[in-house]
Every structure is written in structure tokens, then in C-alpha cells.
């Protein structure tokens, strides 16, 4: 198969390879070598459209990072009781992981070796905490179980949620997708509500 011509690319063009290769590599394992020949084009042909690879990793975990901060200002995240909103942002976050697959993955695996890294970890914290504030709120109300504690309902949805990256694979139809979503909602919530 022959990369495409330069004047193919497109910076969205050339993140998602940029993507793909640091997901194979690891961002500290890849470089910008790695990337031009990943992209069938020249170093000077990236530094075209970046000025580094660290500026690459940024726009990627601001891709994802965006993609779940955005779930928090949609409306039904907002309004309504805790516990619905709750339910709304677990299925939201599943629907974002699996639309933005690559760089979700990429994501969840950013150390925080670099400035963009500890960025990007500080980010996810500040999303955790804002989920983890929901869940607090559904138990206040007695809608969730009490016998569990907060923080670990809160590790272990996160958990099950994140593991998506580790196995999930898409098909082309996108048939798969529904099923996963509601799979996690369903378990995480028949585990999580108060029985009456």
C-alpha cells in the first residue's frame, strides 16, 4: 500500500497517523522519524502542519478530552435528578470512548512524562472528580445503594468503562456500538440503584 502524496494530508489527516503510532509505540517510544515514515511524507513535511510531536499528542488528548468535557455542558447532564443525569453521562462517556476510539486510548495512556501529559492528567482528574460529584449527589438522595462507597463505585465504573480501549474493536457498520453502550449502563446501574 503507498502513503499518500503530500498534498493529501491534512493536520486531521496527519493526527490520525500521529495518533496511530503513538498508540503503537507509545509516545515516548516514537519519533518523528517513526511519523514520517508512518505518513509516506518528510519530517519538514510535518513540521509543515506542527511544530512538534508534542504539539501532535496535545491536539490528540484535547480531542478526547474535549469529546468528554462536552458530555458535562449537554443539557440532560445539567438538569433533572442526580441519578438520571448520572445514567446520562455513563452512556454519553461509552458513546464518546467508542467514537473516539484512537485517541481516548491514547489518553488513558499518557503518563505524564511531559507538560502536555501533565495537562492532560490533570484534565482527566478534574472530569473524574465532576462525575464522581454526580454520583455523591445520586447517593445524598438516596438513589443509589449506600452500602457501597462513593469513591470506589466511582474507581470501579471508570474502570469498566476505560477497559473499552484494552478490547473493543469497532466494525465497519458500527453494529457492535449500541450493544456495548447499553451493556455498560445496564450493568453499571442494576448494580448501582437502590432496590426497592
Request: glycine content about 8%.
Amino acid at each position: 500500500m503507498t502513503a499518500p502524496k503530500r498534498d493529501t494530508y491534512t493536520p486531521e489527516s496527519l493526527l490520525a497517523v500521529a495518533v496511530t503510532v503513538f498508540n503503537e509505540r507509545g509516545y515516548d517510544g516514537t519519533s518523528m522519524e517513526h511519523l514520517s515514515k508512518a505518513a509516506g511524507i518528510s519530517k519538514s513535511s510535518i513540521y509543515h502542519h506542527v511544530t512538534s510531536k508534542e504539539e501532535l499528542l496535545r491536539r490528540a488528548v484535547s480531542r478526547a478530552l474535549d469529546g468528554l468535557f462536552g458530555i458535562l455542558d449537554e443539557e440532560p447532564a445539567r438538569v433533572g435528578r442526580a441519578v438520571e443525569r448520572l445514567e446520562y453521562v455513563t452512556r454519553r462517556m461509552v458513546e464518546v470512548l467508542i467514537g473516539e476510539l484512537p485517541y481516548v486510548t491514547l489518553l488513558l495512556r499518557v503518563r505524564g512524562n511531559t507538560d502536555t501529559e501533565r495537562w492532560a492528567l490533570e484534565r482527566r482528574r478534574d472530569f473524574d472528580h465532576r462525575v464522581s460529584d454526580l454520583l455523591k449527589a445520586a447517593a445524598a438522595d438516596g438513589e443509589v445503594r449506600g452500602d457501597i462507597e462513593v469513591r470506589l463505585a466511582t474507581r470501579l465504573v471508570f474502570g469498566m468503562i476505560n477497559s473499552i480501549v484494552e478490547w473493543y474493536r469497532p466494525d465497519s457498520r458500527g453494529s457492535g456500538d449500541r450493544e456495548v453502550v447499553d451493556a455498560v449502563v445496564r450493568l453499571v446501574f442494576e448494580g448501582l440503584r437502590r432496590q426497592p
